[in-house]
Antibody, heavy 122, light 107 residues
Framework: QVQLQQSGPGLVKPSQTLSLTCAIS??????????WNWIRQSPSRGLEWLGR?????????DYAVSVKSRITINPDTSKNQFSLQLNSVTPDDTAVYYC????????????WGQGTLVTVSS | DIQMTQSPSSLSASVGDRVTITCRAS??????LNWYQQKPGKAPKLLIY???SLQSGVPSRFSGSGSGTDFTLTISSLQPEDFATYYC?????????FGGGTKVEIK
């Protein structure tokens, strides 16, 4: 059974970098039938897919245009986890952030991490 | 981007009612359409994938239908644990996008 465990700070100052990690158990970040995603949720934006990393003989990333200039998602094979970095945050980036596995065969998200409320405030 | 529009945005229903939620995509998603249930403070939970396939462990009172741009989630007999917010999501093209949600409340 795959489980995702998120970690990272819940408060980030404006203009700084938001950093979260998602540890995977029960599967491998190198699974070539999966992708590893970050999704956020806020009252103003609803559920917003931010991006993903996946392995197909080499590592690939896809990012949402809305954050493409500020986002990095990296796999860490030694720890079997992946991370999110979002630079130059503003209060508009305040949201609950989720990591989620994407099953490529069926095009579905699941499981999800527990969610992390990240507040951008000085 | 494919825009996903759900209707209604909220509804009130009683236990035992049949509930139908619709989702319309701004362009075809083939059958790459999923439905999720979310309760307060929790992550979304997958109910239906590829428009009509029931996720393992999900009660059979949930069903999905549709193809192309128009999809439906039906709860055949609403149970107390079904009061939640429901989201559709397309997996046809990136960016992967979600509908705005339908909140099902107790009448």
């Amino acid at each position: 059974q795959v489980q995702l465990q998120q970690s990272g700070p819940g408060l980030v100052k404006p203009s700084q970098t938001l950093s979260l990690t998602c540890a995977i158990s029960g599967d491998s970040v190198s699974n070539n039938r999966a992708a590893w995603n970050w999704i956020r949720q806020s009252p103003s934006r609803g559920l917003e897919w931010l991006g993903r990393t996946y392995y197909r003989s080499t590592w690939y990333n896809d990012y949402a245009v809305s954050v493409k200039s500020r986002i990095t998602i990296n796999p860490d094979t030694s720890k079997n986890q992946f991370s999110l970095q979002l630079n130059s945050v503003t209060p508009d980036d305040t949201a609950v952030y989720y990591c989620a596995m994407y099953d490529w065969d069926y095009g579905r998200f699941g499981p999800w991490g527990q969610g992390t409320l990240v507040t951008v405030s000085s | 981007d494919i825009q996903m529009t759900q209707s209604p945005s909220s509804l009130s229903a009683s236990v035992g009612d049949r509930v139908t939620i619709t989702c319309r995509a701004s362009q075809t998603t083939s059958n790459y359409l999923n439905w999720y249930q979310q309760k307060p403070g929790k992550a979304p939970k997958l109910l239906i994938y590829t428009a009509s396939s029931l996720q393992s462990g999900v009660p059979s009172r949930f069903s999905g239908s549709g193809s192309g741009t128009d999809f439906t989630l039906t709860i055949s007999s609403l149970q107390p644990e079904d009061f939640a917010t429901y989201y559709c999501q397309q997996s046809s093209t990136i960016p992967l996008t979600f509908g705005g949600g339908t909140k099902v409340e107790i009448k």
